[in-house]
């Protein structure tokens, strides 16, 4: 689980990076508003911790823009003030000071809340994939997917309309975050022959190729 935090405040930051990695959630600290919101708007993450008193965008601004982009993260507000107005778009919100553990506590049922591993189908255009029996198909096409393929489409559709990079696919779906050399060969092959399964001739494009970035599954240009 990827978990953003955005906090500028380093020692709160520090604590909470501590706190969230010593729970097994891969952290990401983010110190001021612009790096918070250009990393929820081009990353994947499971959820942000998001403090509303920040330079250079406050976290309402941040949580607006996001969800006017129709980025739905969950999405946990850090306020020292206890008004309405800074939890009317948030998922929820604790009041500092706070305790670690109720932080944790709060992150466990947020994510428990949207667990993406509740849905049993996943689905984008005329692409269809059945999660129970692991059958893949596309319109009246059933494609016949390796292993290692079926859990690549369904890794890219879970995050449909995000950028996935390949460290994302090397450390999600190889499960190897410290393998001494790249994936990225191997994570290239694999989405060639993928593409090429699902993306037939004269039928539209779904998966594309973010040069230098990663991949994105969707409908149209990237």
Do not use: C
């Not at 330079?55 to 306020?79: F, K, M, N, Y």
Request: no cysteine; hydrophobic share 45%.
């Amino acid at each position: 689980m990827r978990v953003l935090v955005v906090e500028d405040e380093r020692k709160i930051a520090a604590v909470l990076a501590a706190a969230l990695a010593g729970d097994h959630y891969d952290v990401v600290i983010a110190g001021n508003g612009e790096d918070g919101f250009f990393r929820a708007s081009a990353e994947v993450f499971d959820l942000v911790v998001l403090d509303i008193m920040l330079p250079g965008r406050s976290g309402l601004e941040i949580l607006r823009a996001l969800r006017q982009r129709q980025i739905h993260t969950p999405v946990l507000i850090l306020t020292a003030r206890d008004g309405v107005d800074d939890r009317v778009h948030a998922d929820d919100y604790l009041v500092k000071p706070f305790a670690v553990p109720e932080l944790l506590a709060r992150i466990r049922a947020l994510l428990r809340r949207g667990r993406p591993s509740d849905v049993l189908r996943l689905k984008a255009v005329d692409l269809e994939l059945d999660l129970v029996g692991r059958r893949a198909t596309r319109g009246d096409r059933s494609l016949d997917l390796t292993v290692r393929e079926f859990d690549l489409l369904e890794y890219l559709l879970r995050h449909q309309g995000h950028l996935v990079s390949r460290e994302m696919l090397a450390h999600d779906v190889w499960k190897e975050p410290r393998r001494a050399t790249p994936l990225d060969n191997v994570i290239d092959v694999q989405m060639v022959r993928l593409r090429k399964k699902v993306d037939a001739p004269g039928a539209p494009r779904l998966i594309h190729t973010v040069r230098g970035v990663g991949f994105v599954l969707r409908e149209g240009e990237p």
